[in-house]
């Protein structure tokens, strides 16, 4: 009988952002599998470093964080075959994912690869969207609001059309996008009503008006637009 | 000198789902503030009963859930108003938020009204989107994916733009709005990928493919829409 498959998120960096629940599985995990860049440490396994077992097997999935362009598949595949062994021997393993396992997370790559044969189970976590919001204090969109997620690595004119689109947008993986998204957001006069954040929640967190933001920010950093009506001063 | 103000996202309704952060300043919070409807009891509250102290002075937001309508705002200003009298006598008040604070939530309507005056910090929490897309175990979005979340009050025009512009959509509040979402969603033939879920998180959960929802879904339900292009399985 095959092993249950948890894909845990871990929310945006601060430990104590981490669900109950999440912790909860980490503490009893006896397999952990996480992502892991070819240089440095793995910044999901970081979060919940305090929680992991010191016994426990652990599978780093090693994804080159190549700013701006994704991950080989092939990467997926091995990863997916080294938990596979374990499921297999009827092990659970819980798969750390940075945010929330399904939202622009590395999680679903495995999952898409070990579902049709695994029971699954996935742990929402708190997503770097939410974690921004509260961390510049500006609400994300309430009320009649249209919000929209994109990706940094789309054109501008795809990044104009859909703030053009919305009343609240959130820009994510920045990276090495900085330059010609700030050039759509200034051109479109919004730089006002733009907040910049990188490493949300950690000590070296920074915000800032899009203004007073660098030109190369890391890969885990993002902009929050606002342009709606406020109805929450109303 | 002022108290603090604390809004603090309280996850989809499972109290695992909680972080520990939410948890830990609910167990320690002398005043507590949450919505709660004009019948029944409040939802926020009733997610993390277990932490707030038997001591603890409690400060119902009474917001009536007129399905489909917004609250009136003096209600926002006698809540906030009282609040006020706490943080001005110094102390703490802890104010709790279905889901996230700032996402589609109510605790901004109290943040725009005492945030002047008063120091507070926001506690993110899990959103509702990533708590259905775990449940449904269906990816929300990934890789140059486009998002975009909309109230289902929006007229069946915008609601069909907003399906059109995005690879990912998230329909919330569902309400009595369910007949006016669904024509929009078959007339595009995209009710094959469209899962519905309400009390997510809890022993009620429903979780289903839009055919099968009901044609009354209550307040707190959501259809979550993909017709990208499932980068995950490639």
Redesign the interface.
């Known amino acids: 009988m095959s092993g249950k498959l948890f ?1 845990v ?1 871990v ?2 960096g ?8 999440a ?2 599985l980490i503490e009893g995990a006896r397999v952990v599998a996480y992502p892991m860049p070819d240089t440095g440490e793995s910044f999901a396994r970081s979060i919940v470093a305090g929680a992991i077992r010191a016994d426990a097997t652990e599978i780093p999935m090693i994804v080159p964080m190549r700013t701006g362009r ?1 991950p080989a ?1 092939d990467i997926y595949e091995d990863a997916a075959a080294r938990i596979a062994v374990h499921l297999d021997a009827g092990e659970n393993v819980v798969v750390l994912c940075e945010g ?6 590395s999680f ?2 495995v ?2 690869r070990l ?1 049709a044969r695994h029971p ?1 189970e ?6 770097s ?3 921004v ?3 510049l ?15 940094a ?2 054109d501008e004119a795809e990044i104009e ?2 703030i053009e ?2 009343d609240a947008v959130a820009i994510m993986k920045l990276g090495r996008h900085m330059g010609k998204v700030r050039t759509v957001i200034e051109r479109m006069r919004l730089a006002d009503r733009t907040g910049y954040a990188a490493h949300v929640s950690l000590e070296g967190e920074q915000l800032c008006p899009l203004r007073e933001a660098p030109d190369h920010p890391p890969y885990f950093s993002m902009l929050l637009l606002y342009k709606g009506s ?5």
Do not use: H
């Open positions: 894909g998120g929310g945006p601060d430990p104590e952002l981490v669900t109950r629940k912790w909860r994704f598949q929330d396992p399904f939202f622009y997370g679903m790559y999952f898409a579902s699954c996935i742990v929402p976590g708190v997503s969207v939410m974690a919001a509260s961390a204090q500006r609400p994300i969109a309430g009320r009649n609001d249209v919000l929209t997620v994109i990706p690595t789309l059309r859909r689109g919305a406020d109805p929450w001063l109303r």
